[in-house]
């Protein structure tokens, strides 16, 4: 279908619009890990950094959507361990030793959020065991290099990049949607971007929070890698929970400390 059919055609713009939707919840956990790897930056590195994860993360999916073909054969299995697990009591499915491309991908992916997770919950928790890493004792979070961070933020890009894309081939075949549907989402992730990072910044216990998310998305893509699908509803309705009690905490904080002000 050529361009102009394209925007005349109603379907296309409810295809455009549910995408948008689509990639700005899928994009919440990487926005999420962008802005917490580039808080370590220096100050004068830190939007930069932002801009240019966010940029290649861009520039990743628009190459993986032109390359959709090699992208859908990822669902093909690649080998069988034969081990798969019996159904459980209620009859959910066990999981699954079939794995493909995909599979692989998100293993690894999870695997690596668990253990960056976990690595900067201990360096929140004892900054001083921060080894291998600058410390800024004035933050008391241990600091990175440049390259290091967008080298962390592309391998998280990459994992993400496959899940999102895979996903959204099922809602429409026209690459153009697809394409524009992914620089408008990055767009808004860009605007975003800034004031997220200063909002973790300036309220840290809301880093550990954020830390204890990429901990629980590292498993959901672990589980979802072994066959064993758990809904994305539920992993978002909890975010929006623990998020809401942490911002009544945050402004009960804050009351506090203005009556201690003021009196």
């Known amino acids: 279908m050529d361009i102009v ?12 619009v549910t995408l948008i939707a689509l990639e700005v919840v899928l994009g919440i956990d990487n926005l999420v890990f962008i802005a ?46 034969g081990l798969a697990g019996q159904p459980g009591p209620y009859g959910e499915p066990g999981f699954e030793t079939a794995f493909s491309g995909r599979d692989l991908i998100l293993i690894a992916g999870g695997l690596f959020l668990l253990w960056k997770a976990t ?12 080894s291998g890493e600058l410390l800024d004792h004035d933050k008391g979070i241990a600091q990175i290099g440049f390259s290091a961070a967008i080298a962390q933020i592309i391998a998280l890009d990459l994992v993400f990049s496959v899940d999102s894309i895979l996903t959204a081939v099922g809602m429409t075949d026209e690459i153009p949607i697809m394409i524009a549907a992914v620089v408008i989402t990055v767009g808004l992730m860009m605007v975003a971007a800034n004031p997220l990072a200063r909002f973790i910044e300036v309220n840290p216990t809301l ?11 590292g498993v959901v893509l672990i589980a979802d890698g072994f066959g064993v699908h758990i809904p994305k509803g539920y992993i978002y309705a909890a975010m929006a929970f623990s998020a809401g009690v942490e911002a009544l905490n945050i402004i009960s904080r804050n009351r506090r400390l203005k009556r201690a002000q003021q009196g």
Do not use: C, Y
């Open 5 to 16: 059919s394209l925007l005349s055609d109603p379907s296309a713009w409810a295809a455009l």
């Open 119 to 130: 690595k900067e919950i201990h360096h929140n928790i004892d900054p001083e065991g921060a």
């Open 36 to 81: 917490i790897i580039s808080n370590k930056l220096p100050q004068h590195q830190q939007q930069v950094a932002r801009r240019v994860g966010l940029g290649l993360a861009m520039g990743l999916r628009i190459a993986l959507l032109l390359l959709i073909g090699w992208i859908v054969t990822l669902q093909a299995p690649l080998f069988d361990l």
């Open 207 to 217: 880093i550990m929070l954020a830390l204890a998310f990429l901990v629980m998305i």
